[in-house]
């Protein structure tokens, strides 16, 4: 079993910058992919970033696209989003997930953390 903990959310102004980390721990083998998500109250869940576990291919929506970027640490089992230029509309709460299939297959993504809030004040 993986287990996946998000961390680095927080309140900051339009304009700022967070960082947030998934540290994956567990039963890691067999991840393909891991993504990051988003969940605004009233809203659907969004689908941000993924990177692929042991390769380079990343995926950004087009939604933050020139202004998060996703990462990774595979000695620690961590994935990072980098998030920039962050908008009022970027609040939400951001979810890591993983899975053992394609990176952008968001349907099969079937192990998640608890989330992070990220407030984007005005």
């Known amino acids: 079993q993986v287990q996946l903990v998000e961390s680095g959310g927080g309140l900051v102004q339009a304009g700022g910058s967070l960082r947030l980390s998934c540290a994956a721990s567990?039963?890691?083998?067999?991840?393909?992919?891991m993504g990051w998500f988003r969940q605004a109250p009233g809203k659907e869940r969004e689908f941000v970033a993924a990177?692929?576990?042991?390769?380079?291919?990343?995926y950004v929506s087009d939604s933050v696209k020139g202004r998060f970027t996703i990462s990774k640490d595979n000695a620690k089992n961590t994935v990072y989003l980098q998030m920039n230029s962050l908008k009022p509309g970027d609040t939400a709460v951001y979810y890591c997930?993983?899975?053992?299939?394609?990176?952008?297959?968001?349907?099969?993504?079937?192990?998640w953390g608890q989330g992070t809030q990220v407030t984007v004040s005005s």
């Open positions: 997930a993983a899975t053992d299939y394609g990176p952008t297959v968001t349907g099969l993504y079937d192990r």
């Open positions: 567990g039963r890691t083998l067999g991840i393909n992919a």
């Open positions: 990177i692929i576990w042991s390769g380079s291919f990343t």
